[in-house]
Nanobody, 114 residues
Framework: QVHLVESGGGDVQAGGSLRLSCVVS????????MAWYRQAPGKERERVAL???????NYGDSVKGRFTISRDNAQNTVWLQMSSLKPEDTAIYYC????????WGQGTQVTVSS
């Protein structure tokens, strides 16, 4: 069974930065495109960043130019570097495969204040 463990969230002022980490158990990180998702209260979950097995990336329009996704297969970790944060980025952030094939982890809360 694959475990997804997100961490690195916190409270930050607008314009600040955070780095989120997702530790992926087993070999899943090598075999799957990995993505970061976020969900704000009362809103649908949205994908904000994607990194493929060849390390190509895609970003949602709302975070393009501000977020950077990366992966280190040897460390079984996917990162999301977040800069120029805005209050609209406030959400719980989750990682999973592109196909959302695994059980969701607990997520990590990001709160951005004005």
């Amino acid at each position: 069974q694959v475990h997804l463990v997100e961490s690195g969230g916190g409270d930050v002022q607008a314009g600040g930065s955070l780095r989120l980490s997702c530790v992926v158990s087993g070999s899943a990180i090598r075999l799957n495109a990995m993505a970061w998702y976020r969900q704000a209260p009362g809103k649908e979950r949205e994908r904000v960043a994607l990194i493929s097995t060849d390390s190509s990336t895609n970003y949602g329009d709302s975070v393009k130019g501000r977020f950077t996704i990366s992966r280190d297969n040897a460390q079984n970790t996917v990162w999301l570097q977040m800069s120029s944060l805005k209050p609209e980025d406030t959400a719980i952030y989750y990682c999973n495969t592109l196909s959302q094939r695994f059980l969701w982890g607990q997520g990590t809360q990001v709160t951005v204040s004005s």
